[in-house]
């Protein structure tokens, strides 16, 4: 009666007895759920099923801001990887789920990013590749270059030590099918540079702004790879359907019916390739033109309104 009393007390004279919050729900226990095991079950199959949520637990686990992101669409980018048989570790660069904020539906979302090495992984798994490669040439190695017939001449740099340490000029990416047929490509880093300016708007930021939060600042070779091989295998390569699917679903957000949510704000992605953070708006499309409308990709370059980015870590 005494604590009764007492808080209409504490009614009467204008506080308020505060609530117990309940614990937050983890992604361990939303993947406890009958529902979501049944899933994973009928998808992965109940003998990798074990071996799947561990690696995606890892992955979580690793990127911390994961955890705050609808835990369906990490299942659903996991279960993307799973389908192409891609690790979403970190350390393997094959795939990351990367959170960023969804501002239209104003929820954190997990998006799948396909890394370059996952392209080579894919590629190479189709069969129809005797080489590819995609490396880059430091100063002092090109020799030649023509792009009319395809011809390019480099000396390289004996010493790996020294050659990591050289400035890098450009980059080239190549493929042989099995039947002969090859492709080449080379690309200065000024054009690279160019390209990545063009299409992405927080590199746009980051350099008018002295920062360096986006994947084009902190790691400008990985993704110059990944746009070298999007731009060699998409316009003369064959494209097996899990590297349509990979290219199609690339950077966006996976509902649970499967489609894809490209979501408009087009900014980039913190990089780390051990522990990719949360970012705002929708992930650097670097390799192809942005995003305009959901689902729609806009051929012309980027002019949206450039947001400021806050580091993650």
């Known amino acids: ?7 209409l007390a504490d009614k009467a004279n204008g506080t308020s007895v505060a609530k117990k919050e309940l614990p937050k729900a983890t992604f361990s226990n939303f993947l406890a759920q009958d529902g979501v095991k049944a899933k994973i079950n009928q998808i992965v ?12 637990l890892s992955a979580v686990s690793t990127n911390p801001a994961l955890a705050d992101c609808d835990h369906g669409t990490i ?10 048989k891609l690790s979403p570790s970190p350390q393997l660069g094959q795939y990351y789920m990367v959170p960023f904020d969804d501002n239209k539906l104003g929820r954190k979302v997990a998006t799948f990013i396909i890394g370059y090495k996952g392209m080579v992984q894919l590629a190479v798994r189709s069969g129809y590749y005797k080489k590819i490669n995609v490396i880059a040439i430091k100063e002092g190695e090109l020799q ?20 990591e340490r050289a400035k890098t000029i450009g980059y080239y990416a190549m493929f042989e099918y099995m039947n002969g047929f090859r492709k080449v490509m080379y690309w200065s880093k000024a054009k690279m540079e160019s390209h990545a300016l063009q299409y992405s708007a927080g590199f746009r930021a980051d350099r008018k702004k002295g920062n360096s939060y986006t994947f084009w600042s902190k790691d400008f070779d990985g993704m110059a790879f990944k746009t070298m091989l999007r731009q060699l295998l998409s316009k003369w390569g064959i ?4 590297l349509q699917t990979a290219y199609e679903r690339d950077m966006g957000t996976i509902r649970e019916d499967g489609t894809i949510d490209f979501v408009d704000n087009v900014e980039d992605i913190e990089s780390n390739e051990t522990k990719p953070e949360q970012q705002q708006g929708q992930p650097d499309q670097a390799e192809q033109p942005e995003t305009g409308q959901a689902g729609q990709q806009d051929e012309q370059p ?3 309104r450039e947001n400021d980015q806050t580091p993650a870590e």
């Open 1 to 7: 009666m005494a604590g009764l009393k007492g808080k």
């Open 45 to 56: 199959g109940g003998k990798d099923g074990q071996r799947f949520i561990t690696a995606i």
């Open 75 to 84: 299942l659903s980018c996991a279960l993307l990887g799973e389908s192409l």
């Open 144 to 163: 030649h270059f023509d792009p009319l017939n395809e011809e390019i001449s480099c000396l390289l740099i004996e010493d790996e030590d020294a050659r």
């Open 239 to 242: 494209m097996s359907i899990d």
């Open 302 to 304: 980027d002019t949206s």
